[in-house]
């Protein structure tokens, strides 16, 4: 994974302050609060001058945000892009202005991979496979028909795409595995909570598992199926992803059955790597963060520790 990106570290001096301009997506979600706190914290501890601005999950305004540090000459810019797609014009843009991009959590699709320098975050299709083998492992019979409800994330972002393609490489192994709608729940809660209400008037009780592609949305179908008179977690099983505090309390209430982490925590990490930008350090092109899955039990016990 290791790339030469010299070309594009050479413009800066050793020694000065880093002025890293960050074009959050929005704050769609816990796990979104949770990650915009830890790079704001970690500017704080590494002495990074940062400016954060949240793009309200807009790809218009998260592009003008970038257009707008390429025109003041930061030295790193780091961005969780809201989409996979349209990226190519800004960062060419970027790299014409000698200013590297560090692509944060999502992954996207350009013509030339060169215009971007470094991704840090997760295997998001790895984390749509643990859901679906937690389904495959706990599913009663290999003939019985289970039905399933997905809720995806944001239209053509990288996390909705790379889940559905994670989990279906799995399920497609198993014929009475059956996706039975999926509906985009955009991350959110209150979007989850309506995709399910919609969902639990189509199928009813027929439903038997809802794959959510993030826990908001996760904890929004469980509203619905409680107002429905269903029992999640019981007559409707839940996995999902993110593994935030409100996902372990929903576990440890036997709500929800399963959630594999996606670790929000990367400030850290983004301003090593913005650091090491500007002293023209060559830096992997991915660092991928390894992350776990929690069963009810496992998050009974580890919840105390989950502090976003
Ligand atoms: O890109 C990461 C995803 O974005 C998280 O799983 C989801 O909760 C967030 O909104």
């Not at 996902?247 to 301003?271: D, H």
Request: net charge negative.
């Amino acid at each position: 994974f290791y790339h030469n990106r010299n070309d594009l570290t050479s413009h800066i001096e050793n020694d000065e302050k880093v002025t890293l301009g960050f074009a959050q997506v929005g704050n769609e979600s816990a796990w979104r609060s949770a990650n915009t706190e830890s790079i704001i914290k970690a500017a704080e501890q590494e002495n990074v001058d940062l400016q954060l601005i949240n793009a309200n999950n807009n790809q218009e305004k998260q592009i003008a945000i970038i257009r707008d540090f390429i025109k003041q000459g930061v030295d790193v810019i780091a961005f969780s892009p809201m989409v996979e797609n349209g990226w190519d014009e800004v960062l060419q843009e970027a790299k014409d202005a000698g200013i590297p991009v560090i692509l944060c959590d999502r992954e996207i699709k350009v013509q030339d991979d060169s215009l971007w320098t470094s991704f840090i975050g997760s295997d998001f299709v790895e984390e749509g496979r643990r859901a679906a083998q937690w389904v495959v492992d706990h599913k009663e019979s290999n003939t019985e028909t289970v039905n399933i409800i997905e809720l995806e994330g944001t239209k053509s972002s990288a996390p909705a795409t790379d889940r559905k393609q994670g989990f279906k490489e799995v399920s497609e192994h198993h014929p009475n595995l059956h996706i039975i709608d999926s509906l985009s729940g955009d991350f959110t809660l209150g979007k989850g909570k309506e995709m399910m209400e919609k969902a639990l008037q189509q199928f009813g009780s027929e439903i038997d598992i809802v794959y959510s592609h993030n826990d908001d949305m996760a904890i929004g179908a469980i509203e619905a199926i409680e107002e429905y008179g269903l029992q999640p977690g019981f007559d409707i099983k839940i996995i999902s992803i993110d593994a935030t505090n409100k996902a372990f309390k929903a576990l440890s209430a036997g709500k929800l059955n399963f959630t594999v982490e996606c670790n929000p925590l990367l400030g850290p990490q983004i301003m090593q790597a913005a650091k090491e930008l500007k002293n023209g350090t060559e830096i992997p092109m991915k660092i991928i963060t390894s992350e776990e899955t929690f069963t009810q039990e496992e998050a009974k016990k580890e919840i105390k520790k989950r502090n976003y």
